[in-house]
């Protein structure tokens, strides 16, 4: 089983409103969200919430915000705002809202998709892409595991209308009554309880052993969902 905040967070709330999970490994994040869409999965953790992912499914109340940043090589000049990239290369996740930011309101830059972080951020640093977009935790997170060479290069913030992005957890549409107690649950940590989680992961000192979020699939049985 994976570890990381998400997975830690979601087992509090399924222990405290009785249910049991399963996690699922393995595939990469495209995958996830398709497997949820068909219904083979019941929850995607580590979401922010899009008008296109509300269509599809319901949200959870947010428990980890985050600021998304430009993230390019050392050398090279910070970004201020996405029309520097125009004519560009970012390297982006396949599925991602990045991607479908950049598609819809950017189309002057080129997207290049990867499977997951690692080839983005190799992409970047080898040149095959000019920069990337990220969470700065997440980022962070990365050059503290060793991931040198690159810098983060300023603050995407016409990402998502100029707001902080939030993470949820993602269900079915039929799902309302489990939306609605992770949410009661949610409510009834503390605040302590909250951050303490958080530091947990994301404090430098324990980062190379643990991811800061972590998309973490779950799945429950046929009583567990009604």
């Known amino acids: 089983q994976a570890q990381c905040l ?23 994040f495209e995958q996830f969200m398709q497997q949820h869409k068909q219904g083979e999965i019941d929850v995607v953790s580590t979401i922010s919430r899009t008008p296109e992912r509300e269509k599809l499914g319901l949200f959870t109340e947010p428990y980890y ?18 029309d520097q990239l125009n004519g560009k290369t970012v390297a982006v996740m396949k ?20 499977n997951n972080m690692e080839q983005m951020l190799e992409a970047v640093w080898n ?12 980022i962070k997170y990365w050059q503290r595991k060793g991931v040198n060479g690159l810098k983060i290069a300023g603050e995407a913030k016409e990402f998502n209308d100029w707001k902080i992005q939030t993470y949820h957890f993602y269900l079915h ?17 503390s605040p302590n309880e909250l951050l303490s989680m958080q530091n947990k992961w994301i404090n430098p000192s324990t980062a190379e052993k643990t991811a800061p979020a972590g998309i973490m ?7 567990q969902r009604e």
Not at 65 to 78: L, N, P, S
Not at 130 to 137: G, I, K, N, S, V
């Open 6 to 28: 998400s997975v830690e967070l979601l087992n509090l709330l399924a222990q405290r409103i009785g249910i049991k999970i399963e996690y699922i490994t393995g595939a990469t």
């Open 95 to 114: 599925g991602s809202q990045f991607e479908a930011f950049l598609k819809t309101n950017h189309p002057a830059i080129r997207r290049l998709a990867f």
């Open 127 to 138: 040149g095959e892409a000019d920069a990337t977009l990220e969470a700065e935790d997440v």
């Open 173 to 189: 549409n039929d799902a309302p009554q489990l939306q609605s107690l992770l949410n009661k649950a949610l409510a009834s940590l």
């Open 65 to 82: 915000q985050m600021k998304v940043a430009f993230v390019t090589r050392k050398t090279d000049a910070d970004i201020q705002s996405f």
């Open 217 to 223: 699939p779950a799945t429950f049985t046929a009583e």
